[in-house]
């Protein structure tokens, strides 16, 4: 069965779509319709791709990254898959404002990914590229 993991919400994608949103008010109540409507364009990308992110391992080994309907969604066998990084960066102390796995893949390509149960993830992950390897076919 399938496993779909959603993406969770960084701080400065709010932010992102604040700046939209004030700039797409400021250009209409200036009377600058074009650049307005260049705004809420931008701004229907962004939301749009905050909402419809998500990373699926499927039961054919593969991990699918989605962003939305304005972009390709990449198709990764995890085979392919050679380490997992937990990368944190901006860090207060204790904590860290910015969270992500980077996931390196085939001949040094990489995504980051950022999804909401972030251990359920790695979990599932792990427990899917050991499936693959056992998988191998046997030469005769």
């Known amino acids: 069965m399938n496993r779909i993991f959603h993406a969770r919400i960084h701080f400065a ?8 949103t004030i700039g797409a008010c400021l250009a209409f109540w200036y009377k600058m319709a074009v650049y ?3 705004m809420l364009l931008f701004l229907t990308v962004v939301i749009e791709r ?4 998500t990373y699926t391992i499927t039961t054919e080994n593969e991990l699918i990254v989605y ?6 969604k990449r198709i990764i066998p995890i ?3 050679r380490r997992i990084e937990k990368c944190r960066h901006l860090r207060l102390r204790k904590h860290s404002l910015l969270s992500y796995l980077l996931i390196i893949y085939d001949n040094e390509k990489y995504i980051s ?3 909401v149960k972030e251990d359920e993830f790695l979990e ?3 427990r899917a590229r050991h499936e693959a390897d056992s998988r191998k076919p046997v030469n005769h």
């Not at 994608?13 to 939209?20: A, D």
């Open 13 to 20: 994608m709010y932010i992102l779509i604040m700046i939209l």
């Open 36 to 38: 307005g409507t260049v």
């Open 50 to 53: 905050i909402i419809h992110t």
């Open 67 to 72: 962003y939305g309907r304005f972009m390709r």
């Open 79 to 81: 085979k392919s898959v």
């Open 113 to 115: 990914v950022m999804p």
């Open 124 to 126: 599932t992950l792990t």
